[in-house]
């Protein structure tokens, strides 16, 4: 495919990097322009779709150790297979958008995964379930980064933090609204009527995301050469700032992904003993982390990458420390910090990367994708023992942990920046 003169530049490791010369010739969209507002409805339904279908077991994981007989730990494996799989296969797939094309790998990965959602309700036994969801993670690696390589490509720079933050937002409503109407449907029906439900819901968004998707006008396929993309992996994690947004990726998403298998346990057991479909209604706070998603652009925009991400790991922490208190409101307020904190970072770190990558962007997420869902996949797990070894308080323990893991690595990447601004200002002084 020739690349016409205002679209996306090739770099060396055929890999498209958009232009950014003259902002009156930029034909990539930007809000209010045309394509801008189905662009972002189509990947806010797509983030629906995938959030609910990725964690659609997890608020009903009491209900299937009962169903199965299995503890917390074994059960937790339904949301940890699928996120651990995400994890492993979101790098190559994510190479394969470099050959085909943004939207037709997201829409391969969406369909495959619907499809895999639609056969969930009748596994016969928790093997069979896990590897099934297992097989839907895998499919739906291809969506998160292609999405983001998208958005870089075919948004402004200056609206693609706030696009990012719409996508991410599209996350928060799925993994809501997953959780709550799966929740007071398995009180009546059952887990299985749940999950079956979620599914259909997931094909009506994918078939809405295919339509209103816009065809992509900046991307110029790439080579599947495997020593291209390792080059161009190699490059990435050999990136200071990368290596730090990865981390903190994982490390935020590990903190979610281990309250939240854990909290249904909590509240569905004394001194509580709240019924399903309360449980599944608690995700509503979901919505707290649409609008700190969607407002991660005007806070980068006042505090800056790093004060952003002091500011959504102290909220995080606080939210962390009042979970403990063993109070139904202020557990609520808890896990409204909580959310807030981790949407607020997610959106900043993934946005710092499409913004930092100056190439091979599809990879640059990918990898980022990857250490998240890492985080995710170790936080269900680990979360779910931390819970049988110490309780309610052993899982809290390993989200603050977590918390200063992103704070220390903020700071050391405030210093680093502080040390190169120094030598940057001897150096032009020794030049004059």
Do not use: D
């Given at each position: 495919m020739p690349a016409a003169s205002s679209r996306a530049a090739v770099s060396t490791d055929a890999v498209a990097v958009p232009r950014t010369s003259d902002e009156s010739a930029d034909t990539r969209m930007s809000p209010g322009g045309p394509g801008y507002?189905?662009?972002s409805f189509a990947l806010f339904l797509a983030g629906v779709a995938t959030f609910a279908l990725l964690y659609s077991t997890q608020a009903l994981l009491p209900l299937v150790s009962a169903d199965f007989g299995a503890s917390a730990s074994a059960a937790s494996w339904t949301v940890s297979g699928a996120t651990g799989a995400l994890a492993l296969c979101v790098l190559p797939l994510s190479a394969l958008s470099e050959r085909f094309g943004r939207r037709t790998l997201m829409?391969?990965?969406l369909t495959v995964a619907v499809a895999v959602g639609l056969l969930v309700p009748f596994a016969p036994n928790l093997g069979v379930l896990i590897g099934l969801r297992v097989l839907q993670g895998a499919a739906l690696a291809g969506?998160?980064?292609?999405a983001m390589a998208y958005l870089a490509e075919e948004v402004r720079p200056k609206a693609l933090v706030t696009a990012i933050g719409l996508f991410v937002a599209g996350n928060s409503?799925?993994?809501m609204s997953g959780r709550v109407i799966g929740g007071w449907i398995a009180q009546e029906w059952g887990w299985r009527a749940a999950v079956g439900t979620i599914g259909v819901i997931?094909?009506?968004?994918a078939a809405a995301f295919r339509t209103l998707l816009p065809a992509p006008r900046h991307f110029t396929p790439g080579s599947l050469r495997p020593r291209a993309l390792a080059r161009t992996v190699g490059s990435h994690l050999a990136n200071p700032l990368l290596r730090r947004l990865y981390v903190i990726g994982a490390l935020f998403m590990l903190v979610f992904g281990a309250v939240y298998t854990v909290i249904g346990y909590r509240l569905t057991a004394a001194p509580f003993s709240l019924p399903q479909g309360i449980v599944g209604s608690i995700f509503l706070v979901y919505l707290v982390g649409t609008v700190s998603s969607a407002a991660a652009g005007k806070?980068?925009?006042r505090l800056g990458r790093r004060g952003t991400l002091y500011l959504a790991a102290g909220t995080t922490t606080a939210g962390l420390l009042l979970a403990l208190v063993p109070h139904l409101p202020v557990i609520l307020l808890?896990?409204?910090?909580i959310t807030a904190g981790f949407f607020a970072g997610h959106a900043t770190a993934s946005s710092s990367v499409s913004h930092t990558a100056t190439h091979g962007r599809a990879q640059a997420s990918a990898l980022y994708q990857s250490a998240y869902y890492i985080g995710s996949s170790v936080g269900s797990a680990v979360g779910a023992v931390a819970f049988h070894a110490g309780g309610w308080a052993g899982t809290v323990g390993l989200g603050v942990v977590a918390v200063l893991g992103v704070v220390g690595i903020t700071l050391w990447g405030t210093y680093a920046a502080r040390v190169q601004q120094r030598r940057t200002a001897v150096g032009a002084v020794a030049a004059h």
């Open positions: 507002r189905r662009m829409t391969a990965s969506l998160p980064a292609s409503i799925g993994g997931a094909v009506v968004c806070l980068v925009a808890g896990l409204v910090l």
